[in-house]
């Protein structure tokens, strides 16, 4: 059994196939034709930034690129996707947030990593924790006694 749809409908485009009795060889929608015009516009402004002359052979190959671009662009859109939506799709694309893959920061770099002279050594049970003011004296004071005896180390 066949179903039939509605897809007939939507086939007949809205295309301008010229005068009555010269009609051209190909078949080309108003939008392809709008499409067309604009891109043949930017390719010729593309071409004489780039720095080619207007003549026939730099004409003509604009019209080739015209032409390519033109059937590329319009075999992405169709009465269930319009062109605009097609633009903004691609507006949105090019303007939505991206995760950043940069690193923050610079170099790792050990500069900041304090290093201690001495071993650190279990605290006496029940003895309170120094301040930090008073930790930082002690540490001078052993620093200055081990200084004092060059290289060789004294109890605390």
């Not at 891109?39 to 780039?50: C, E």
């Not at 075999?75 to 062109?83: G, T, W, Y």
């Amino acid at each position: 059994m066949r179903v039939r749809t509605d897809d007939e409908v939507y086939r007949v485009d809205a295309v301008w196939l010229g005068p009555p009795k010269a009609t051209f060889p190909w078949r080309a929608r108003y939008v392809a034709w709008g499409v067309g015009i604009v891109v043949f516009l930017l390719v010729t402004a593309v071409q004489r930034q780039v720095g080619f002359g207007f003549d026939f052979i730099n004409t003509g190959w604009g019209f080739v690129i015209t032409i390519a671009l033109t059937r590329f662009i319009c075999s992405r859109i169709s009465h269930e996707r319009p062109l605009s939506s097609v633009l903004t799709m691609w507006v949105r694309e090019l303007t939505a947030p991206r995760e950043t893959t940069s690193g923050r920061g610079g170099a790792s770099s050990a500069a900041r990593i304090r290093i201690s002279s001495h071993r650190p050594r279990k605290r006496p049970k029940g003895a309170k924790r120094a301040s930090a003011a008073t930790r930082s004296q002690h540490r001078g004071q052993q620093d200055r006694r081990q200084k004092e005896v060059r290289g060789v180390r004294t109890p605390a």
